[in-house]
């Protein structure tokens, strides 16, 4: 990372109205202490713009008839074989643990500890099943990919528009207690240093309302390669736990965002 990009990211401030504080809690600066990561390496840089040019071609040729998607199991495993060339050609390899062991029939919602950009290459190839996603504002605005979620069945939730993001938090859920997957980011956004963020009550809105069981996928490694104020994928190793599921139900209810947290945490302490 050059030296302007690092002040820059020193220098973040909060948004009006909100102390540095709440920022560091809602992922927004980040927090004391953080440390830029160390500067891209070229041929890292190489291969990562390389990659993204191909995801920008494959996405510019798709139209609405004929896009694959995570929703349907012809999307998912066509997608799969997309995300595990691209990891290929980046040098990254994951390796999956399913401890959940479903269900894999029913509606389910999946949750993931929020770590890197990467996470959204190596999701597909742990999830067991099609599924749709939530998507927030950053990634709605990300060009070509943000077009392509909101036409393939995934949900988009603007956080500034209370109206907006209660309807489709509603319609996720039905979505849901009809038989879908869904996955969704409790933190909201990317940690800046791999400890979890506290945990986002949309997320748990929709578990509530979903009344499916919970499914944590704790995601070990993709910050590494590539964390937060970084551009390049660097080579390594990805490894990712699919957790017992947690039910939803009036003795679990009042405890999810914990339930949920611990699970994270158990996985991330023992890796450490």
């Known amino acids: 990372m050059g030296l302007g990009a690092t002040l820059r990211l020193l220098a973040r401030q909060p948004p009006p109205g909100m102390s540095r504080q709440d920022a560091v809690l809602a992922g927004l600066v980040p927090p004391p ?13 190489l291969r990562t713009v390389s990659a993204i040019a191909r995801m920008a071609i494959n996405l510019a040729r798709t139209s ?19 995300c595990r060339d691209l990891l290929a050609h980046l040098h990254v390899q994951v390796t999956v643990e399913d401890n959940a062991h479903g269900p894999h029939t029913g509606g389910v919602v999946y949750m993931w500890n929020q770590t890197s950009h990467l996470d959204h290459l190596v999701l597909p190839l742990a999830i ?19 077009d392509y979620l909101a036409r393939t069945g995934h949900f ?9 993001w209660r309807a489709a938090l509603a319609a996720a859920a039905e979505r849901i207690r009809a038989g879908a997957a869904l996955l969704v980011s ?11 963020l506290p945990m986002k009550r949309g997320a748990f809105l929709l578990a509530r309302a979903a009344a499916s069981p919970i499914v944590c996928l704790t995601v070990l490694g993709a910050r590494d ?7 390049a994928v660097r080579p390594g190793h990805v490894h990712i736990v699919l957790e017992p599921a947690i039910p939803v139900d009036p003795s679990t209810s009042p405890d999810l965002e914990r339930l949920v947290a611990t699970t994270f945490e158990r996985t991330l302490t023992r890796a450490r």
């Open 33 to 45: 202490g953080w440390q830029p990561p160390p500067r891209d390496r070229p041929l890292d840089l």
């Open 156 to 164: 988009w939730l603007d956080r500034t528009d209370e109206t907006q």
């Open 64 to 82: 609405t008839s004929t896009t694959p998607s995570t929703t349907t199991s012809e999307g998912l495993a066509y997608l799969r074989t997309s």
């Open 225 to 231: 390669l590539l964390p937060r104020g970084r551009a």
């Open 186 to 196: 409790p933190e909201g956004t990317r940690s800046w240093d791999g400890r979890l």
């Open 128 to 146: 067991p099943r099609p599924f749709h996603m939530t998507f927030n504002n950053e990634i709605r605005r990300t060009p070509l990919y943000g």
